[in-house]
């Protein structure tokens, strides 16, 4: 196993006077700041802390619980790709979903995503907790991230929620749209009637900002670069279809169409500024070939 601790650099806790501070800016979470203190978790200079302790030393932190172990896997299940681990840290893991794939087992899937993980986590030899901070519709491919530490992850939690992470996201729709940027500005809500969400203003707050970045010559189909300002079930797949362009291949908000076999989207883009790093993120997902073949050759990137 790697190493288990973490030690904040000075220029880090210099905007902190005592433990407390620091728990209050990194730590949200009241059980995880008792259990460091009371495991002995969280160290300065070696030395067991309070909650009023002065900041003054070298600061040592467990990011993996005890709870967190390696679980021997099943031979049966499938090895990990090449291009399956995007970005890697002592916190954080992103990987590659591919389309057909779900994050968590909805009692019927033969592998998840999370298995994927598990599977990877084992062969790399590292105890760490399985806890994606997103997930992804099982059509869609693209980056999904995981805190690597179950005492970090609310902090990693709140940024979510904040959008202090930001995910983009590359759409195929159907017809011609023209507009350059945009926002779709509209609250979403359960359809009480089937599985689908809905336009509602009784819905919850969603916005989703578009970027028309090619439209095919004979009108078919364009290309979208979406950013989300909130993270509703749908809520790509529900706002193109509320502008009458649903993404292309869709079945539940479109239709199903001969040149792709699944919804066209793909999670390409997420980043965010990294508060133990204390530097920018950006993390990128090559197109798959599937969405890859509307592109013109000039926007085409290589794998």
């Known amino acids: 196993m790697k190493n288990k601790y973490y030690y904040p650099s000075e220029e880090l806790l210099a905007a902190f006077s005592t433990i407390q501070d620091f728990f209050d800016a990194y730590i949200p979470s009241k059980k995880y700041q008792h259990l460091l203190i009371q495991n002995k978790w969280i160290l300065l200079d070696g030395k067991p802390v309070n909650r009023r302790t002065p ?105 979510m929620t904040a959008k202090a992470i930001k995910r983009e996201y590359l759409a195929v729709v159907e017809g011609y749209w023209k507009c350059r940027s945009f926002i779709v500005e509209k609250a979403i809500a359960k359809d009480r009637h089937s599985k689908k969400r809905r336009v509602s203003k009784q819905g919850q707050y969603a916005k989703t900002t578009f970027t028309t970045l090619y439209c095919d010559p004979n009108k078919q189909y364009s290309i979208m670069r979406c950013q989300l300002a909130s993270g509703r079930t749908h809520q790509i797949r529900v706002h193109c279809a509320d502008q009458r362009h649903a993404l292309l291949g869709d079945p539940l908000y479109g239709k199903a169409s001969k040149r792709i076999a699944r919804t066209a989207l793909h999670a390409d883009r997420l980043s965010f500024y990294h508060p133990f790093l204390q530097k920018q993120i950006v993390i990128h997902a090559a197109l798959p070939d599937d969405l890859a073949q509307f592109l013109p050759k000039e926007m085409r990137r290589p794998r």
């Open 55 to 159: 900041l003054k030393g070298r600061l040592s932190l467990r990011l993996y619980a005890d709870s967190a172990v390696i679980k021997p896997l099943s031979h049966t299940e499938p090895l990990i790709q090449d291009d399956f681990v995007l970005y890697e840290d002592a916190f954080l893991l992103a990987v590659y979903k591919q389309s057909e794939l779900l994050v968590h087992d909805d009692g019927n899937a033969a592998i998840t995503l999370c298995d994927l993980v598990a599977r990877y986590f084992y062969d790399t030899g590292q105890a760490c907790a399985i806890h994606p901070l997103h997930r992804l519709d099982y059509d869609t491919s693209g980056i999904v991230l995981f805190c690597k530490s179950e005492i970090l992850q609310p902090l990693f939690d709140q940024m």
